[in-house]
Every structure is written in structure tokens, then in C-alpha cells.
């Protein structure tokens, strides 16, 4: 009986948690699907990390969310006939609304 009992008390807890991993998976998933379809079509994309969904209060009551994102894009450079790729690393700022949908980027190329 105090098995179930303690069951019963700690689910919420659990549920909680995979909500939580859902929604940051999600998050990832749009967040790669709009760098890959919109912002660098023809460029190679190479994620290096996320940072953690969080929430946020914005000025535009639309935006609910947002998270960083750090990865690179290769580009091909010609330097002296010779085509070179170069990796270029770049941080996002991604703000999205209550269904995880990216509204707005910030970009910040790191150098």
C-alpha cells in the first residue's frame, strides 16, 4: 500500500519531467528545421550545441520562449584559385510561441 501510495505521489513529478524533455526536443527540432530551410539553404549546417528552453518575457506578447543555439556553417572560399571550406561559427537567439514556432532569430557571428 505505501508502494502505490508513494507511486501515486511522485508521478506528477515524472510527468512533469518528460514534458519538460518534450518540449525541448521540439524546440530543437523547429529550431534546426528553420536554420536549415530559411536562413542557410544552400550551406552545410553543423549543430555544436543548445542551450536550455527557457522562458521569456518580451515586449511581443507572442514570444513565450526562447533558447541559444551554437553551431557552424562551411562555405566554400576562393583564395588564389584554389577553393578552400571554412567553418564559421555562429551563436542564435531563437524566440518562439506557446507551440514551440520560431518567430524570431538573433544572430551573433563569432569570430
Request: glycine share 2%.
Amino acid at each position: 500500500m505505501r508502494r502505490i501510495i508513494s507511486l501515486l505521489l511522485l508521478s506528477p513529478v515524472f510527468m512533469q519531467a518528460q514534458i519538460n524533455r518534450s518540449a525541448n526536443q521540439l524546440a530543437k527540432e523547429n529550431v534546426s528545421e528553420y536554420l536549415g530551410s530559411k536562413i542557410f539553404k544552400a550551406q552545410s549546417y553543423k549543430p555544436v550545441s543548445f542551450g536550455q528552453l527557457k522562458p521569456c518575457e518580451e515586449k511581443d506578447r507572442r514570444i513565450s520562449w526562447s533558447i541559444s543555439h551554437k553551431f557552424e556553417i562551411t562555405e566554400s572560399e576562393y583564395t588564389l584559385g584554389k577553393a578552400m571550406s571554412i567553418q564559421h561559427p555562429y551563436v542564435f537567439n531563437f524566440y518562439m510561441d506557446s507551440k514551440m514556432k520560431v518567430l524570431r532569430a538573433e544572430a551573433y557571428y563569432i569570430d
